[in-house]
């Protein structure tokens, strides 16, 4: 399963600042989450049992074959040491890296004589800066444009991001684009509600169908065939 980093505010939310020490800082993580178990240095330390919007979950603390508990209560929580973990992993990263520079590129190569417009559908999050890192490592700068897709409704922290990653690529000379619907996010819940899992009108609304009309308009083609670089995980839904 995928882990996540785990900062300081999950733990104290979870009360486990009770039992461990730590500083209260932002800038890295403590633990790795997997699913509902919570890792440390390698070891499985604690899991989550229960829990909803209205009750806190349990907390179950591993325990060693004495009995003890893996981590006992009073340690000092040391952060993870990114840069090292980067070096670890480095060798099998570049290989990974490399298949998919190469995958990409022979995509491109395949259909470039067919195809429009090749663009990176870019949200901020992490899975398209990495998708769009592998990209620039794929193609020629000018062979695609870089196309957010703007709902209205991101995190001021998104935007930050967006923000960056817009100078890189007017640095880097890549067109970037920002698309958004003409209509409110405020106005389109009330005309549709509320997105959920069976009613996904956020994404054709304020994402896929404005995108399409913005590379009409930098085209200058009401019909057009574009082929769009997507940032989508092997663990996402099949549905998805």
């Known amino acids: 399963k995928e882990p996540r980093p785990v900062y300081y505010r999950e733990l104290d939310f979870l009360g486990l600042d009770k039992h461990w020490n730590y500083a209260k800082q932002d800038e890295l993580p403590y633990m790795w989450a997997e699913a509902n178990c919570y890792w440390y240095r390698g070891r499985m330390v604690a899991k989550t049992k229960g829990g909803s919007i209205y009750n806190a979950p349990k907390l179950e603390f591993v325990l060693d074959s004495n009995g003890a508990r893996v981590l006992p209560d009073g340690e000092t929580l040391l952060p993870v040491d990114i840069p090292t973990m980067i070096e670890k992993n480095r060798d099998l990263l570049e290989v990974i890296e490399q298949i998919t520079v190469k995958k990409i590129y022979d995509i491109y190569k395949r259909y470039r004589k067919k195809t429009d417009v090749y663009y990176v559908a870019f949200s901020g999050g992490k899975d398209?800066?990495?998708?769009?890192?592998?990209?620039?490592?794929?193609?020629?700068?000018?062979?695609?444009?870089?196309?957010?897709?703007?709902?209205?409704?991101?995190?001021?922290?998104?935007?930050?991001?967006?923000?960056?990653?817009?100078?890189?690529?007017?640095?880097?000379?890549?067109?970037?684009?920002?698309?958004?619907?003409?209509?409110?996010?405020?106005?389109?819940?009330?005309?549709?509600?509320?997105?959920?899992?069976?009613?996904?009108?956020?994404?054709?609304?304020?994402?896929?169908?404005?995108?399409?009309?913005?590379?009409?308009?930098?085209l200058g083609k009401s019909q057009y065939k574009g082929m769009a670089f997507v940032g989508v995980r092997a663990h996402e839904s099949a549905k998805r």
């Open 128 to 218: 398209s800066i990495v998708l769009l890192e592998l990209v620039k490592k794929a193609l020629p700068k000018s062979s695609f444009v870089v196309v957010f897709g703007d709902t209205g409704m991101e995190f001021p922290d998104t935007y930050d991001v967006i923000d960056k990653v817009e100078k890189q690529c007017h640095d880097d000379e890549i067109e970037f684009y920002r698309a958004s619907s003409h209509l409110k996010p405020e106005d389109s819940w009330r005309l549709l509600g509320p997105p959920s899992r069976v009613l996904r009108w956020c994404c054709s609304v304020h994402k896929s169908a404005p995108q399409t009309l913005k590379l009409r308009q930098v």
